[in-house]
């Protein structure tokens, strides 16, 4: 069933736990992650990246929204559906227009006084519209530039009890020694910055860059505050290697509507996948 995120991720609070969040870039990636969520009765969200839209015409923002919600309807599970990064007012509130009610502005790399401005502002638009926003605080750079390990970068404690305050956000992201992208080596999160974080702000708090953290720290993360975990290059590489998997079963083969057996093959391994991510989720 759809479920608002804030509903979502208050239930992952009550249960000391975080809900996974899944870049998906169509049809395949939804329905396996929908159809898994149900099978495991773990509340899960379905999340778009704009840029997959702009740059790599993967989808469109209404038709995958509405998508999203088509497959949440018919199972009994709590689906929530997310905008993930988005950088500016026009793009964010384009997108509530056309269906979520989940969103994400991320002004991360502006000075911290910008970010406030510029999220209070969306929040502001997005309330009035009937949408929930998660900001960023801190700065979730790329993996392969180690900017995890750049603590400049790091959310500071003081910093996001004010940011809270003056931008009402609904969630709020953090850098902690995470990054997005494939890390160089073993990152190491920072679970006593966490606690403080955790301590001083009244919002669940998000944790990008999830591909590729150990699941122990992950563990001991969800039970310090992190509510929301998003996962999107290790889930894209699952896909890219079923796609490949399959390509290289059909070498040789002459039946002329092959591509007609990819979807169903391809969700059979990403819910393969699916099935043992999710039980990181403790709901």
Request: charged share 25%; proline share 3%.
């Amino acid at each position: 069933m759809l479920e608002k995120v804030g509903r979502i991720l208050k239930m992952a609070d009550e249960s000391n736990t975080a809900a996974l969040a899944f870049i998906c870039l169509d049809y395949n990636m939804a329905y396996s992650v929908v159809t898994t969520a149900e099978k495991m009765n773990t509340p899960v969200l379905v999340m778009l990246l704009p840029e997959h839209v702009e740059q790599n015409n993967a989808a469109n923002v209404s038709g995958f929204v509405q998508m999203a919600k088509e497959l949440a309807d018919a199972v009994q599970v709590p689906i929530g559906v997310h905008l993930d990064h988005s950088y500016d007012y026009e793009s964010v509130i384009g997108a509530i227009k056309k269906g979520f009610s989940s969103v994400m502005i991320d002004a991360s790399t502006h000075p911290l006084e910008d970010n406030i401005a510029i999220t209070k502002r969306v929040v502001e638009a997005a309330h009035l519209l009937g949408a929930e926003v998660e900001a960023e605080l801190g700065h979730v750079g790329m993996a392969q530039d180690s900017d995890g390990k750049k603590t400049d970068f790091y959310t500071k404690a003081d910093a996001a009890q004010r940011f809270c305050h003056e931008t009402k956000c609904d969630s709020l992201t953090i850098a902690i020694g995470n990054a997005h992208g494939v890390y160089t080596e073993t990152p190491h999160l920072d679970i006593q910055r966490l606690r403080e974080i955790n301590d001083a702000t009244n919002v669940p708090l998000v944790l990008h860059g999830g591909s590729g953290i150990p699941h122990d720290q992950l563990e001991v993360a969800f039970r310090n505050g992190i509510n929301k975990f998003n996962i999107g290059t290790e889930f894209l590489g699952v896909y890219y290697d079923a796609v490949k998997e399959y390509v290289h079963k059909m070498e040789g083969n002459d039946k002329p509507l092959k591509m007609l057996e990819v979807p169903m093959f391809v969700q059979e391994r990403l819910c393969g996948y699916l099935e043992e991510k999710l039980k990181l989720s403790k709901f």
